[in-house]
DNA sequence: GTGATACATTTAGTCTGCTAAATATATTTT
DNA sequence: AAAATATATTTAGCAGACTAAATGTATCAC
């Protein structure tokens, strides 16, 4: 209970999400993604043409992060950009033929993940863990 | 119980470390250093002099990154690099007055950050905690 | 309808990370 | 002693992430 263990905590976490971040880009290389490219992919096969902006909100990152993902994965085929009609202001992203196939071998790749950080968790473990970690998220805003 | 929940913990932490990581170097710009750096320092704390190998090996990331965190904080004038006498080689890391002076300040975000996360979480649900984080960290080796 | 303001995106430059390849120094083998 | 190998660091180039400033387009007020 002393600043030991608050300290702990604090660096675990950080410990934890960057060995997990460095797994996790080493797995996505095999299907040619990079980390975080999954998660604006995913953002896509659940509404595809949302604009940038949205992109940005979901994501939670700035708009010149948003930018240059977008170009990298346009330029390796896997999504397109549209002007939008109505406001020129507006870009819009497409899924690509390609783009869609991956979400299979993504979704997998999260289990994984998931599955290795969990490993001999049990259910009942797991739910409260969930509990925590909401209970971290809200405090953090 | 099901993959929804399984995959939410993944993410949640995903979501919690990179907020933290981006309030934290928010907070870290006042003292002119970006998230990162402050370990590093706090490595050089406890034991200054040390080479960048031993750099490495203790912040868990790979020779060119500590190349260009330790440029960077040179030239901030946090630290400075010594060639090793024995071994021309290596480059040994040390502290300057303007490095050393940080620690006070680092160790009181430390603090502030962890109060922020654990905020409404008793003494015994923070050991409960420590103990969970440490079997997911057992589990990513 | 012109001018001010708001909004979406891009550009330029910074940082932490990474990999692959180059460089420099040590050590070991033959 | 010369050649091969190992080790420490750097360079170059890529990714996500940021800020500050520029660009282009809309809208709103007068």
Redesign the pocket.
């Known amino acids: 209970m002393n600043n030991q263990i608050d300290c702990d905590i604090r660096q675990s976490l950080d410990k934890i999400s960057?060995r997990m971040r460095?797994d996790y880009n080493?797995s996505l290389r095999e299907i040619n993604l990079?980390?975080?490219?999954d998660n604006l992919l995913c953002r896509l096969w659940e509404s595809d043409g949302i604009?940038?902006?949205q992109l940005?909100e979901h994501?939670?990152?700035?708009?010149?992060?948003v930018?240059?993902?977008?170009k990298?994965l346009e330029q390796n085929g896997f999504i397109s950009?549209k002007r939008d009609q109505q406001?020129?202001?507006?870009?819009r992203i497409y899924l690509t033929e390609k783009g869609r196939d991956l979400q299979a071998s993504v979704k997998l790749k999260w289990k994984q993940q998931q599955d290795k950080l969990l490993h001999s968790f049990s259910p009942e473990e797991r739910l409260a863990l969930r509990d925590v970690m909401d209970r971290m998220e809200r405090n953090l805003y």
Chains 1, 2 share one sequence.
Do not use: F, H, I, W
């Open positions: 960057s460095r080493e990079y980390v975080g490219q604009t940038q902006m940005c994501l939670k990152c700035e708009p010149p992060t930018t240059n993902m977008v990298s950009r406001d020129a202001r507006v870009m």
